[in-house]
């Protein structure tokens, strides 16, 4: 046994291994429909899963987004999964830190997620007022909309974010 963590590209043979791991990481919530529909997108959705002692041990997805008419690509990170038996072990911020670099070598500037401050601020993410969410957020969800640059230049985008098929969808963005 080692605590070695690989991250890798998912592949279309981790399909089951991956239903299985929303499952047990989201017994409350499917995810897996959203996650059949984020591997089934031809292009600008970036989807890596993280390898244990040979065990598929977690996932994150970047989708490749836009705002308004620009050209500068945004990637929305989610969702980040870890299996149960797994988790607290330092895989989901490997997942983070590793996917923030291969989606800056995509081009990406900046990313966007939709999730818990306490976690994401550990990683540089903070609120995000200029760019909104596709569909309005309940009060409460407000404080989860964040952000993190990946230039260093401060990002002057402004306006509404275009998301990819997948995330057209009001109660993903819903309690
Ligand atoms: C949230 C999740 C991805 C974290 O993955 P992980 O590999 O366990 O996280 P890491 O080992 O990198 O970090 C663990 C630290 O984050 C903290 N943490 C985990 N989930 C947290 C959350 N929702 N809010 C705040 N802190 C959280 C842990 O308390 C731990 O802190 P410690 O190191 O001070 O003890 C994982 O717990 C998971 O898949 N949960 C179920 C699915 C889910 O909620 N996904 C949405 C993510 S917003």
Known sequence: M??????R??????????????GAA?????????LRD????????????????????????????RV??????????GPLTVSPRFQRQGIGGTLIHEGLRRVTGEGATQVLVLGD??????????????????????????????SVSLSSAKSELSGTLFVPKPWHKPELWAP
């Open 2 to 7: 080692s605590d070695a963590t690989d991250i």
């Open 9 to 22: 590209d998912s592949l279309s043979t981790d399909g089951a291994a991956l239903e299985d791991l929303y």
């Open 26 to 34: 989201f017994p409350d919530e499917n995810l897996i429909p959203l």
């Open 38 to 65: 984020l591997l089934g997108e031809k292009e600008g959705v970036f989807s890596f899963v993280a390898m244990r002692d040979g065990a598929l041990a977690g996932h994150i997805v970047f989708s490749m987004c």
């Open 68 to 77: 308004g008419g620009r050209d500068e690509k945004i990637a929305l990170l």
């Open 117 to 146: 401050p306490a976690y994401y601020g550990r990683f540089g993410f903070e609120p995000e007022c200029r760019v909104s969410p596709p569909y309005d957020l309940p009060q409460e969800w407000r404080t989860a909309w964040q």
